[in-house]
């Protein structure tokens, strides 16, 4: 029990469409990331937020976006999908940002079709 | 451009016996790595971590080495055990005023452990 908790934990969309994911961070955790894990790879660093600002970006476009809420809550917002957007959307809270102690989520299933 | 390596996409160890999964990683500027164990349907559970200003870091049957010289890390299982068997993760992340401590992953290791 990592006390990160994601919903949905699966769902399916249609390529153009927008999808929101959500996560729900342990109470105290100020930074939170979002990973994205495609079928047979590692996780990739999306971005992440420490106290409602972004604080960093991997190699994503800009229609994956964010937020962070002061109750330790999340979103992640994915515009125009595209078929290679499909992969498991994990969200990882941390204390700080030094990433030593990180709790991930079970993560969000996504199907673009 | 892949900064973590695990070129072992499989390993296979029969119960009791030591299980050595091992990461390779390009960026000498990493300075903290970790490794995450990850089941079917759940998230990545951190499993031990280790600085790179140490070589060594145990945790009960848990062991990561450090070779700052051959870039190169690994993780001792001993002994091993059938609920040990999962996707295993190597990660690395450094702290400096570019970085944030985001998580640099590998492709992962999957392990079996055979009763």
């Known amino acids: 029990e990592t006390g990160v908790t994601q919903s949905p934990t699966h769902l399916i969309k249609t390529r153009g469409q927008q999808v929101t994911l959500r996560c729900s961070s342990q109470s105290g955790h100020n930074t939170v990331s979002w990973y994205q894990q495609a079928l047979g790879q590692g996780p990739q660093f999306i971005f992440q937020y420490y106290r409602e600002e972004e604080n960093g970006r991997g190699n994503f476009p800009p229609r994956f976006s964010g937020l962070q809420f002061p109750n330790y809550s999340s979103e992640l917002n994915v515009n125009a999908l595209e078929l290679d957007d499909s992969a498991l959307y994990l969200c990882a809270s941390s204390l700080d940002d030094r990433g030593n102690t990180i709790y991930f989520g079970e993560g969000s299933w996504l199907t673009v079709v | 451009d892949q900064q973590v390596k695990q070129n072992s996409p499989s390993l296979s160890v029969q119960e009791g016996r030591i299980s050595i999964l091992n990461c390779d990683y390009t960026?000498?500027?990493?300075?903290?790595f970790l490794w995450y164990k990850k089941y079917p349907a759940e998230g990545p559970t951190f499993l031990i971590s280790?600085?790179?200003?140490?070589d060594k870091n145990e945790d009960g049957r848990f062991t990561v080495f450090l070779n700052k010289s051959a870039k190169h890390l690994s993780l001792h299982i001993v002994p091993s055990q059938p609920g040990d068997s999962a996707v295993y993760f190597c990660?690395?992340?450094?702290?400096?005023?570019?970085?944030?401590?985001?998580?640099?992953f590998g492709q992962g290791t999957t392990l079996q452990v055979k009763p």
């Open positions: 990660a690395a992340t450094y702290h400096g005023s570019s970085n944030t401590g985001k998580l640099i």
């Open positions: 280790i600085s790179s200003i140490k």
């Open positions: 960026n000498s500027m990493f300075d903290y």
